[in-house]
């Protein structure tokens, strides 16, 4: 994926710096893939683009806690990307809409759109793509518990709420289905064990 | 495993779907035990890299990433202002709406300023640093004199005089300069002490400590989160705090369900530091993030206004 670019480490580096060549490259590098999440989340553009750049944002505000032996920088950015927006859920009150099949075909043009750099797009499709396997291989159950967390930042009580489940149910799904995730992305090499 | 270890909850939390007992729970024990911690991270890790990808690709306009640049200017601007705080510098960093904002609608270069210039290495306030500024000259501080030509005896000619008024001069700067480190010395530790001795009355017994980090620390900031497990009150101590103007105060902020919330003012005291107690109506326990602003000191708004000089996740 980097072949010949800075390494993820040396971008954060630069970033801790202050180079603003190296947030430039930090956005270039991960701005479509937290800007997926935020869309996927907050289900409109508008304020998906404030999401993004409050991600950056913070993550140069923030860049000395990053610690890479916690964990990858994309991840990491994620993880604020997520957090950004479950607030913007609570806040609003509502929960998000998934973007319906006129949506996912405007999505995928402007995707194609701004597919600038063939490596990295190269990387990330193949990211999502064993992404997809490894949760494919979640009974449907399982992966129904661990979406409306994820994405829709429901609590385990609101989701057995949501789902007409005990919550002892959710919870057990939610722990079988972490374990089971971390299972076979560690298979994949996508995470370590 | 799970006997000790709560790891039966550690993807709930690393989610935070987790209900308030289990959650208080999980908090309680990471903050005690580094295994449970490395494992939350890491499940934390995996979930944001499965299901942050598992979602239809999508790109911003080019526009956002010409925003964010210009708000990334704007900020490393006003930080830049702070560092040889006044008046006028405090108030910029605190208004950056009255920031001049960079033409990016005008097609002009982002960052045609250096984005964050090279600035003095962080110290503690009223640690002077020993500024040795390339001028060119002969610095004012200990250095090996040149070889003193040698006169005959009883020579006491003009060169004599003045390389003994150059030694002169250097052994005063030595005996400045080694007071200036004695000092610097004395004060790191008188700090120390002073810290020791606040953990001691308010914090007896076990106490995690988070390092508040920002872009404040590379203006010599530095400073911690101090807490009890389980407690619910808390001590934000800070170092190297610049003096504000009387009309910005600097502001301690709790992030909690979110939503921000004031957690009280710290006002520097003569040395730089500043603190502020979290009493317990603060429930900092519950808190996911502590961060510190500078906000107008006769009207505190309800949320932060300005940009967070530092912050630490809880």
Do not use: D, H, I, Y
């Given at each position: 994926m980097q072949d010949g670019e800075a390494s993820d480490e040396r971008i954060m580096e630069g970033v801790r710096r202050g180079d603003s060549q190296a947030i430039a490259t930090l956005y270039d590098r991960y701005g479509g893939v937290i800007f997926s999440l935020g869309l996927r989340m907050l289900g409109d553009r508008e304020a998906t683009e404030e999401l993004v750049q409050e991600v950056f944002l913070r993550a140069w505000r923030q860049a000395a806690t990053y610690q890479p032996n916690l964990g990858r920088l994309s991840t990491w950015l994620l993880g604020i990307a997520r957090n950004l927006a479950v607030d913007e859920l609570r806040r609003r009150g509502a929960r998000p809409r998934r973007a319906d099949g006129e949506g996912d075909e405007l999505l995928a043009r402007i995707a194609s759109a701004n597919e600038d750099d063939p490596a990295e797009q190269l990387s990330i499709t193949t990211r999502r793509q064993e992404v997809a396997r490894a949760l494919a291989v979640l009974p449907q159950a399982q992966r129904q518990v661990m979406e409306l967390a994820y994405y829709s930042g429901l609590t385990q009580s609101e989701i057995a709420a949501r789902l007409g489940d005990p919550l002892g149910t959710v919870k057990t799904r939610m722990r079988l289905a972490t374990q089971k995730l971390r299972d076979l992305l560690h298979e994949m090499g996508q995470v370590p064990g | 495993m799970s006997e000790h270890h709560c790891v039966e909850l550690l993807g709930g939390y690393a989610l935070g779907s987790l209900e308030e007992a289990d959650h208080e729970r999980v908090v309680s024990h990471v903050r005690i035990c580094a295994w449970c911690r490395t494992e939350a991270e890491q499940i934390a890790d995996c979930l944001h890299g499965a299901f942050g990808y598992h979602v239809p690709p999508a790109m911003p306009g080019s526009h956002v990433r010409d925003r964010l640049l210009a708000r990334l200017a704007e900020e490393a601007a006003a930080l830049d202002a702070m560092a040889v705080p006044s008046d006028a510098t405090i108030a910029a960093v605190a208004t950056p709406?009255?920031?001049?904002?960079?033409?990016h609608d005008q097609g002009?270069?982002?960052?045609?300023?250096?984005?964050?210039p090279s600035r003095p290495e962080p110290r503690l306030a009223g640690a002077a640093p020993v500024e040795r500024p390339d001028?060119?000259?002969?610095?004012?501080?200990?250095h090996v004199p040149s070889p003193v030509p040698v006169h005959g005896p009883g020579s006491r000619g003009p060169r004599t005089v003045r390389a003994r008024w150059l030694a002169s001069i250097s052994l005063l700067a030595a005996v400045l300069v080694l007071g200036l480190g004695v000092g610097l010395v004395n004060m790191h530790r008188q700090l120390d002490n002073q810290r020791a001795h606040l953990l001691g009355d308010a914090f007896t017994g076990a106490h995690a400590a988070m390092v508040l980090a920002g872009p404040a620390v590379k203006h010599g900031m530095s400073g911690e989160v101090i807490m009890r497990p389980g407690e619910s009150t808390g001590l934000v101590i800070v170092a190297g705090v610049p003096k504000s103007s009387g009309k910005m105060t600097y502001t301690c902020w709790l992030h909690q369900s979110g939503h921000w919330m004031p957690g009280g003012s710290l006002r520097p005291d003569a040395s730089g530091i500043a603190m502020v107690v979290l009493g317990k109506s603060m429930n900092v326990h519950k808190a996911d993030e502590v961060a510190i602003t500078m906000e107008p000191a006769n009207r505190t708004p309800s949320v932060p206004s300005t940009p967070m000089l530092l912050s630490a996740s809880l």
């Open positions: - | 709406a009255e920031v001049s904002t960079p033409a002009s270069p982002l960052f045609a300023a250096p984005f964050a001028t060119g000259r002969t610095p004012p501080w200990p």
